[in-house]
Structure formats: C-alpha cells, structure tokens
C-alpha cells in the first residue's frame, strides 16, 4: 500500500518536472532546429528536428554576381556561414570572453578582502558596514543606470571596455556570498595561520581563497552568467563600435542587419553565443549544482 | 626558550569579566599547565599570551620584555590548537614548510613567479625541507608527508600539528587542549609523547587543559584556575595533596574527594556526624567545616577499629586495577567513593553494610570559606 503511494507521487513528481523540463528546453531546441533549417522549411514548419537537409540557393549571394554553384548549398552551412560572415561573431565572443573574465578576476580581488573583514576582523562599525553591503544587495542595477552612464561619460569612457567593466568590479552579491562561506571557517585556522606569520593579506590569499574554492566557484557561476548574457548594460555604454560588442548586443545588431526573415543564421547565430556557457554547464555539471546548492539559491 | 610573564592581566568581554587581575611567571624551559573547568578563562588566557586576543589590562612579557604591542606573528610562539586547524588544501609536508617559509624566506623570495628567479630561494627551500624531514623523523610521520590533513586520523594529525609547530624552533609552545580530541587511548600515549618531547626541546612549554589527569601528570607546575582567577600555582604534588580551597581539592582528582559536613571544637577535635574523625587540627576553631578525605585514603574495616563510620554499598565499579565502592554514610545522608584494591573486597556486594576507616594524617578541613584549615 505504502509503496504504490509512493510510486503514485514518484510519478507525480516526474511528470510536473517533465513539463517544467519541456517548457524550459522547448526555445533551446526551436533554436536549434531552426539553425539548421532552410528559409521554406522554417516558415512552413516542416521538415523536423533537422529539415531535409535539400540543396538550397542564396538569392542575395545570386545578387552579389556569383555563380549558381557557388551560392549552392546544405541549408545548415548557409545558416553557419551566414551567421559569421554577416557579423563578426567571433569579435563579439572574444569581447564576451574579456569582459567577463576581467569583471570576475576584479570582483574576486575586492570581494574576498572585503568578505574576510567583514565575517573575521573585529572593527568599530562592523556591522554598519555588512548592513550596508545588504542594502545594495536590494538596488536594481537599472535603478542606478542613468547616475553611471553619466559618471561614465564625463570620464569619457563611453565605448570602452572599462565602461562594461568597471560598473560591475564590486559586487556586493560576491562580498555577501563569501561573507557567508568565511564566516564558516574555524577561527582557529586563521589563528594559526597569525601564529605561523602570516599578515592578513597572505591569509586570505593563502589561506581563505583555497578552503572557499566551492563557495567561489558558485559566484563565478553567477557572475559569469549575468555578464555573459548581459544585455541591457552593454547597449547603454556601447554605441556603435562592433569591436567593443558582447555576444548579446552583437545578435541584436545582427537581427537588424539581416532581412526580415532570415531566421536560419539568426538562430545559428545565438547557438553559437550560448555554446560556451552549455559546454562549461556540461563539463563542469556536478561543481555547479554543488555551488548553486551551497549558496542556497534556487 | 623564555621567560613568560604575565603582570596582573584582566580581560572582560563587555561586561563580563572573564579573567580578574592575574599575575603568573613562567620560568625557563618550564612546562605549566593551565587546568580549569570550561569557561574558566584558561582558554583565553592562553590566547592573550599568544597575542591573538588583547587583554582589557596588564603586561605580558616575553624575556623581561613587554609585548602587548606585539602581533602574534612576531612573538615566535608556537600554538597547538584543539582542532590541530592544519591548512585543509596543502599536505602535511606543505603544513609543515609554511611558518619556515614565512620566516625564513624574504617577501620577494615567497612572491609567486618573482621569487623562482631570487638566487637564494632554492638553497633556503632545501633547507626548510631537510628542517621538515628532521622534525617528521621525530614525530614519526615521515609516511605521511605527501598525506592532506583530511586522509588522516585525529592521533596523526595531532602529530602534524605539532611538529608545525616545533620546525620553527619557537621560544615557546602553548598547547591549547591539544589531546582532548583523541580517544582515551590515544590521549594517554600522547600525553607521554609531550612529555618527552618537552625534555628534548627544553622549550618552554605552557599546555591549557581541563583534564586534571593531563595536568598532573605532565606539568613541572599546574596552575588551577577558576572563574578567572588562579586558585593554586603549585607542582602536581602539591596540589593533590594539599589544595589551598576546597574547590581545588575537589577539581583535583578522580574520583572526586569524599566531602563530609563536620564539626570542629577547641581543642582542635574533628567530629562528622558524631564520629571523631581527627584530633589534629592545628588552629583550633570551633565551628562547622568541611573535612575531605580522598578515595584512596579510606578503606573497610571490621568492626573493632575504634573510630569508624557505618555505610552502605549503593554501586560496586570495577576497573580492574581497582574498585569504586559507593556507599551511602549518615543513614543515607551523604554519599561517599572508596578506592580499594579488589583483593580486599572481594566479598562485598552491592547492599552490605560495612565499616569504613581512614588514615588520619590525610585527612583535610576546610573551614567556611572552603579555605584549607592547617593540619598538624
């Protein structure tokens, strides 16, 4: 009796998760199918997962005075080619892979000090101060957009890096987070360390940083994510330059480049911007629910 | 090795004072042990002399010289902590190389990358290294060099966290309930291992505990320590036999010293419940007190010894080398521990009535204020 309630709520579960599971991954794979597509076969919605597969000829490359055979091809490598000839994708990931890195190096260089101050040093004021880190835990970024734009602008960093870097360098969500782990560190570990001779500085690089590699780990995950999709920050400070562009702003130059319809390299294209965060998903699958656990954070 | 000296030290957390006013010397190459029930202050004490908590008032002196500005990590004390607080991420040799490598090799030297390139690194590393090989030899730990603290037991990484601090050659060792983690086994083999590894170092040593046992058989001196005051600073001795307040001579010892409620008259004749225990107290008081005989110091007796006090066996505990009989004296009133060896009471059994006798010389009053009444 016992075990088929149970096997009744077993099912229950799996089916509500499936659902959930369908709703999430249903744009992950009509973006998928939709990148390997010809035009026809995407306004029709035929042809499947893959599509035919049928040769198909590029009427804006017949334009261009190419032969026939040339502007013939597989629907999948016309949407390929297209997606990086038509914008530079790969500019756009390299500026991904930049910005984001600096950003997490710098939070991670201003973060952990701050954390160790905050969970392990005894100050005047103490406690002001983590209320504080909470408080700007509530500001909406949006909400302070227009103040640094500004800010940004009289020091004329509009369109540069630093303008898509420096906003994001003290995270008060990483100073939390770490606060948080740190405050679970023996205090005696870190006396030891006192009495072994080391300043403060080298205990929390030689001593915080390595025990907090999970608890890291985690606000890279978060970090990482936000400002590689990241969106709306970059089309304020970015405004024009390709060679500054991030994945997401770059897409969006993309679509209107592109003539209406064009949905094949469109969707190739925002495959190949969202590949790099799968594939770390999927190589790095296990530490990233255990960071995401760890945080609490659902 | 050092002198350390501690000048009227306090320490209050708001409030709360935890240590009053305390003054201790400790000589050197000495090992002192600090024992007290938990929450006693000894704990922080300890912190204070290492430097890693502030005293509200009062010197701490190293060699003569005062160090209350001095951070911990220039003192050149070496601490062993409760939980051993190895480096989780490095292995037992690395655990073992860091205060060397702090002390010994310059800013540059320890830099990443910068220092591979400073010309003195490498013939200070092997060094350090051969430092380490030495002390692991020592301590028997060679096998686990390559081991991280979490692959091994709590006995061997007790091991490590010792010898960090004995590589650096500190001038003195402060032992913060170094064994209270261990099994009762372990803790017993490694009391003798400290010992025997303070009369190798001639190092200073001053070792926090609240296991009396530890402290008595390990320390040149123990000091006593109650609600943030020292009771007694005596050798082992000493304090076993001849605690200064009746709340040494009852944190001292196990089993527990028998406390027996007792009346003294002017002659210096000791009575408990209408028994003479004693008529040898030297500073006759009339008055109550409180008379303490230790377990080891009463037996039973047949009944044509002249003083004796009638009980009944309430619990028989076995340990093998000895027997525990608790008996319940004073129709029931009071409870007391016989330490007797088993040959001599073998045919007792929970129930008996029997006759228990003491030896007189060994006997301890306490007067009101639990303060040790002088005896002849």
Redesign the interface.
């Known amino acids: 009796m016992n075990k088929r309630t149970n096997l009744g709520s077993e099912v229950g579960k799996h089916i509500i998760l499936i659902i959930g599971a369908l709703v999430v991954i249903l744009p992950f794979y009509l973006m998928l199918s939709f990148s390997f597509k010809s035009p026809a076969e995407i306004q029709s919605i035929s042809g499947g997962f893959f599509g035919a597969q049928e040769m198909m000829t590029d009427r804006k490359c017949l334009k261009a005075e190419r032969s026939e055979e040339e502007c013939t091809m597989l629907p999948i490598v016309y949407n390929y080619t297209a997606a990086f000839k038509e914008a530079p994708l790969l500019r756009y990931l390299l500026n991904g892979v930049i910005v984001t890195l600096s950003i997490f190096a710098i939070q991670v260089i201003i973060a952990l000090p701050c954390a160790y101050a905050l969970a392990k040093l005894n100050f005047w004021g103490r406690d002001v101060v983590f209320g504080l880190v909470i408080f700007c835990l509530l500001i909406p970024v949006h909400a302070i957009a227009l103040p640094l734009y500004l800010m940004l602008a009289k020091f004329g960093l509009t369109n540069t890096f630093a303008a898509l870097v420096i906003p994001w360098t003290i995270s008060v969500f990483g100073i939390f987070l770490m606060r948080q782990f740190f405050k679970t560190v023996p205090d005696d570990l870190i006396n030891a360390a006192r009495m072994d001779g080391m300043s403060e500085f080298s205990i929390v690089w030689k001593v915080m940083l390595p025990t907090a590699i999970p608890a890291l780990l985690a606000f890279a995950i978060f970090s990482v994510v936000a400002h590689w999709n990241d969106y709306y920050w970059p089309r304020i400070v970015i405004t024009g330059d390709q060679d500054l562009m991030t994945p997401p702003l770059g897409l969006r130059m993309f679509k209107s480049d592109m003539d209406g319809n064009e949905y094949g390299p469109m969707m190739a294209a925002a495959t190949v911007i969202v590949a790099p965060l799968v594939v770390a998903f999927l190589l790095a699958q296990r530490r990233f629910i255990e960071g995401i656990t760890l945080t609490g954070m659902k | 090795m050092a002198e350390i000296g501690l000048r009227s030290i306090s320490k209050s957390f708001g409030s709360t004072e935890v240590i009053k006013s305390l003054d201790l010397s400790v000589s050197n190459g000495e090992f002192i042990t600090i024992v007290g029930p938990s929450g006693c202050g000894k704990s922080t004490l300890l912190?204070i002399i290492?430097?890693?908590e502030n005293q509200s008032t009062g010197d701490v002196e190293i060699d003569g010289n005062v160090v209350n500005k001095t951070?911990?990590?220039?003192r050149d004390?070496?601490?062993v902590?409760?939980?051993y607080?190895?480096?989780?991420?490095?292995t037992v040799q690395q655990n073992l190389m860091?205060?060397l490598k702090?002390?010994r090799l310059s800013f540059l030297e320890r830099f990443p990358i910068i220092g591979w390139f400073m010309p003195n690194r490498s013939s200070k590393l092997d060094e350090i290294v051969s430092k380490v090989q030495a002390a692991s030899e020592t301590l028997q730990i060679t096998h686990l060099l390559d081991r991280k603290p979490g692959q091994l037991s709590g006995g061997q990484q007790q091991r490590v966290a010792v010898g960090?601090a004995m590589v650096?050659e500190p001038v003195a060792f402060l032992m913060d309930e170094p064994l209270s983690n261990l099994d009762a086994g372990l803790r017993v083999h490694m009391r003798a291992e400290i010992s025997e590894l303070h009369r190798d170092l001639k190092t200073t040593f001053i070792y926090v505990t609240h296991d009396q046992a530890e402290a008595l058989t390990m320390s040149d001196r123990m000091a006593v320590m109650m609600d943030g005051e020292i009771l007694q600073l005596d050798t082992p001795h000493e304090i076993y036999n001849n605690p200064s307040t009746i709340r040494v001579a009852e944190f001292v010892g196990s089993p527990k010293i028998n406390i027996l409620k007792g009346e003294c008259d002017e002659k210096g004749n000791l009575n408990c419940f209408g028994t003479k225990i004693t008529d040898s107290i030297k500073l006759a008081q009339k008055g109550n007190v409180s008379v303490g005989i230790r377990p080891e110091h009463m037996q039973l007796v047949s009944s044509k010894d002249k003083n004796v006090i009638k009980g009944k066996i309430v619990y028989r505990e076995n340990l093998g080398s000895d027997i525990f009989l608790h008996l319940t004296v004073n129709e029931g009133e009071q409870k007391i521990i016989v330490r007797s060896e088993p040959s001599n009471v073998i045919n007792t059994a929970v129930g008996d009535q029997v006759m228990i006798g003491w030896d007189e010389q060994k006997v301890m009053a306490f007067d009101v204020d639990g303060e040790n009444i002088t005896m002849q």
Do not use: I, N, T
């Open positions: 912190r290492a430097g890693l951070r911990a990590s220039e004390l070496a601490m902590f409760q939980s607080a190895l480096y989780p991420h490095l860091v205060p702090l002390r960090r650096r």
